[in-house]
């Protein structure tokens, strides 16, 4: 974490630190868009030669068709070229990780227009409609089917294109006996009976602890405690009731999820540690999600496509063929609504992570500081930038509230302002 700080006005500290706010999977995101990039054009180059040569002009509709896709990609693939090549460019104040939702911004658009083109020429065909060459139009939606399934292969392939990095845990620990084992959303904990997995749960309900047998017998209830150890010092002892197939705590688990874990089971121990990061959308590349959308979306019209034409063809329902169009349309037009929002939320700075603004609050303020003002955004694909004014009676300076701070580490830029009151 960087951090520039102010110890009070009219006299600050000069910044020193990097403002490249690049996703940690930049270059292979690249890399994949090149490559489905390289496949699309093949196959666009290949109807459309084909389709000349041989008089099929729905063989040179589809070429076209899958150039508006090759155009989009094409978008993403530059933008994470100008990202990198210009990274460390000064006149871009916090750096150019927001390219790749600038592009993905762009591609929702287009993905908008298309679906409105479809739509359109769907609903002219159900007023007018117009004979459906079978022979060729099934193998051709087939075929582009395939390419698209390889493409959204190789783009959801990357860590960037799902939510890979979206977990509520980064989790670290050590065990007093048997051992631990982690992985981003529980621990596993080897006793001498067997495998425990502890977890914080909290989908839909307030967060409470949950101990459960992977292997071997549970413990019994009675036999079992958890005491946090937060980074102020403070301490909370929680009991377990037996939940069935789990242990769970009654109490609830307060925020901020940031502390030491001690599982005491009879006469062990074990510790583990929770960190708590961003959450939500903070880490996905919305470039490299853009992309797969547009393939995503041009593979479920295929499939609705193929859906069509084999009914119209075995049932002489040449309706069914634009009607296909229709859903497909409003597949993508639903798609393309929720990454305007994602993305145009991001360009225009809003709060990416209530939760953790939250988190950062009570942090603070729980030992007795207030917080006068509080700025979160994103700055790039796992990337957060924070300002935060900080009212104080104590004899505390700015590096106080960056070690607290440091736990998370998706802050990548601070600034920091100290005033007494």
Known sequence: MSATVHEHPGEIRPPRH???????????????????????????IAEIVGGLLFGSIALVADGMHMSTHAGALLLSALAYTYAHKHAEDPRFTFGTGKLGDLAGFTSAVILAMIALLIGYE??????????IHFAEAIPIACVGLVVNVVSAWLLMGSDGGGDGHHGHWRSHGHSHGQGAMHDNATHRIRTQTGTLVLS???????PRFRLQAETGPGPAAHSVTIETERPNGARQLFTMTDGGPWLESPEAIPEPHEFIAHLRIGD??????????AHGTAHRDNNIRAAAIHVIADAAVSVLV???LLLARAFGWLWMD????IMGACVIASWSRGLIWDTGAILLDMNPDRRMADNLRQMIESDGDTIADLHLWRLGPGHLG???????????GPDHYRAMLARFPSLSHLTIEVQRV
């Open 268 to 277: 062990d121990t074990h510790t583990v540690t929770f960190e708590e990061h």
């Open 200 to 206: 914080v749960f909290e989908d839909g309900v307030p």
């Open 306 to 308: 193929i859906a069509g």
């Open 386 to 396: 924070a300002i935060v004014s900080v009212g104080t009676r104590e004899s505390r």
């Open 322 to 325: 634009p009607l296909a169009g």
């Open 122 to 131: 769907a609903i002219s065909r159900i007023l007018r409609p117009v004979p």
């Open 18 to 44: 990097s403002h490249v706010f690049l996703g940690e999977a930049h270059a292979e995101n690249a890399r994949r868009t090149w490559m489905v990039i390289w496949l699309c054009g093949a196959m666009m």
